[in-house]
């Protein structure tokens, strides 16, 4: 099992930037494709972006490509995302989550079916 714990998120104005860390630690948390999916309320989550295990691979939402960067060290068992141009609709609280089901070194998970384990959460507010 992996355990997540999320942070960075907060308060920013629209065009502002924040960064958000997800730490994991457990088992061999460091061979799972990392992901970062996000939730309105009232609302299912929606997929933001995946790395692979390897980081050699990522995919995006398209309502997030080029505004968003996700990445991770593998050496610190962290994915951040990195997001940049916000906007009052990316207005969420943003989970982290693990595949915990592919065991693919190269594989980037694309919904949140894939993903077994999750964080806890953290709020990304924007205003306008």
């Known amino acids: 099992q992996v355990q997540l714990v999320e942070s960075g998120g907060g308060l920013v104005q629209a065009g502002g930037s924040l960064r958000l860390s997800c730490a994991a630690s457990?088992?061999?948390?460091?061979?799972?494709?990392m992901g970062w999916l996000r939730q309105a309320p009232g609302k299912g989550r929606e997929f933001v972006a995946s790395?692979?295990?390897?980081?050699?691979?990522?995919y995006y939402a398209d309502s997030v490509k080029g505004r968003f960067t996700i990445s991770r060290d593998n050496a610190k068992n962290t994915v951040y995302l990195q997001l940049n141009s916000l906007k009052p609709d990316d207005t969420d609280v943003y989970y982290c989550?693990?595949?915990?089901?592919?065991?693919?070194?190269?594989?980037?998970?694309?919904?949140?079916?894939?993903?077994?384990?999750w964080g806890q959460g953290t709020q990304v507010t924007v205003s306008s």
């Open positions: 989550a693990a595949d915990t089901y592919s065991g693919s070194y190269w594989y980037t998970p694309r919904e949140e079916a894939d993903f077994g384990s």
């Open positions: 457990g088992r061999t948390s460091r061979t799972y494709a």
């Open positions: 790395i692979s295990a390897s980081a050699g691979s990522t």
